[in-house]
């Protein structure tokens, strides 16, 4: 039996999340129904990286094992079954040992904001028309890389064991009218990149100092922090992996 990783990306917007949920639409419901329609078998996927209700990834991954032979066709054929805001960029024969999920080293996400209307972003970034300075933005933006507790921006009801982080980048870019805000970490916590940027937005709006953005973190108290920053501006960017596999990624089946 082989062992595959299967590269995907989606659009977010009608799923009820990635992970798959009893009496929901989710992104692994639908991939499992297409590979139970090719191949008249179940599969049992493990996925990467979880994503909530309405977020997009330009990158996740499952892995499952196999005793079929998967060949580039596959790819072809599961795009041809899976509806349209769900496409199989790639599948891997990886070692027996990997693991999409624990093997990751690091995940990359991004936030897009824009302040003028525009219908080609209405469900891919969010519509937020007030001044912001973008200087405050990056100011505060720096100072997470300064913290590695991130208790504050983890959703309740959560079931990880401990709050610790360790951001690699982060920082905001403005891009052709959009804002966008860029954070590569080892983990994330459950809702942490919606409370970071609504946050750090506050801060952006001068409506909190960066001394206040710096106590919101230190507080350990998730009421402090603002999570009202909608999901659809919301995407998984990229899992990066270690050395090994990510040169396995580099090719298809």
């Given at each position: 039996?082989s062992?595959?990783?299967l590269?995907?990306a989606?659009?977010g917007?009608t799923y009820?999340?990635?992970?798959?949920?009893?009496?929901?639409?989710?992104?692994?419901?639908e991939?499992?129904k297409?590979?139970?329609?090719?191949?008249?078998?179940h599969?049992?996927?493990?996925?990467s990286?979880?994503?909530d209700a309405g977020?997009?990834a330009?990158?996740?991954y499952?892995?499952f094992?196999?005793?079929?032979?998967?060949v580039?066709?596959?790819?072809?054929?599961?795009?041809?079954?899976l509806?349209?805001d769900i496409v199989v960029?790639?599948?891997?024969?990886?070692?027996?040992t990997?693991?999409?999920?624990f093997d990751?080293?690091?995940?990359?996400?991004?936030?897009?904001?824009y302040?003028?209307k525009?219908?080609?972003?209405?469900?891919?970034?969010?519509?937020?028309p007030?001044?912001?300075?973008?200087t405050l933005?990056?100011?505060?933006?720096s100072?997470?890389?300064?913290y590695?507790?991130?208790?504050s921006?983890?959703?309740?009801?959560?079931q990880?064991n401990?709050?610790?982080c360790t951001?690699?980048h982060?920082?905001?870019?403005?891009d052709d009218?959009?804002?966008?805000y860029?954070?590569?970490?080892n983990?994330f916590l459950?809702?942490?990149?919606?409370?970071?940027v609504?946050t750090?937005l506050?801060?952006?709006?001068?409506?909190?100092?960066i001394?206040e953005?710096?106590?919101v973190?230190?507080?350990?108290?998730?009421?402090?922090?603002d999570?009202?920053?909608p999901?659809?501006?919301?995407?998984?960017?990229k899992v990066?992996?270690?050395e090994?596999?990510?040169?396995?990624l580099?090719?298809t089946?």
């Open positions: 039996m062992r595959y990783f590269e995907l989606y659009k917007t009820s999340g990635f992970q798959i949920q009893e009496n929901a639409n989710t992104i692994q419901s991939v499992e297409a590979l139970h329609i090719l191949f008249r078998l599969f049992e996927l493990t996925g990286s979880r994503t977020v997009h330009n990158q996740n499952f892995h094992d196999s005793d079929i032979e998967l580039p066709k596959h790819i072809y054929n599961l795009n041809a079954i509806p349209s960029k790639g599948i891997y024969p990886v070692p027996e990997a693991h999409c999920r990751a080293i690091s995940r990359e996400y991004k936030y897009f904001i302040n003028r525009n219908p080609f972003m209405d469900d891919r970034g969010w519509l937020f007030y001044p912001l300075d973008l933005l990056q100011e505060a933006a100072l997470v890389k300064e590695n507790d991130f208790t921006f983890s959703k309740r009801n959560t990880v401990n709050f610790q951001i690699e982060s920082e905001w870019i403005s009218g959009a804002l966008i860029q954070v590569r970490s983990r459950r809702g942490m990149v919606r409370g970071l609504g750090m506050k801060v952006g709006r001068a409506q909190i100092s001394k953005f710096a106590s973190i230190e507080s350990k108290d998730c009421t402090k922090a999570f009202s920053t999901a659809q501006g919301l995407f998984l960017n990066c992996y270690k090994m596999l990510r040169s396995i580099l090719n089946v």
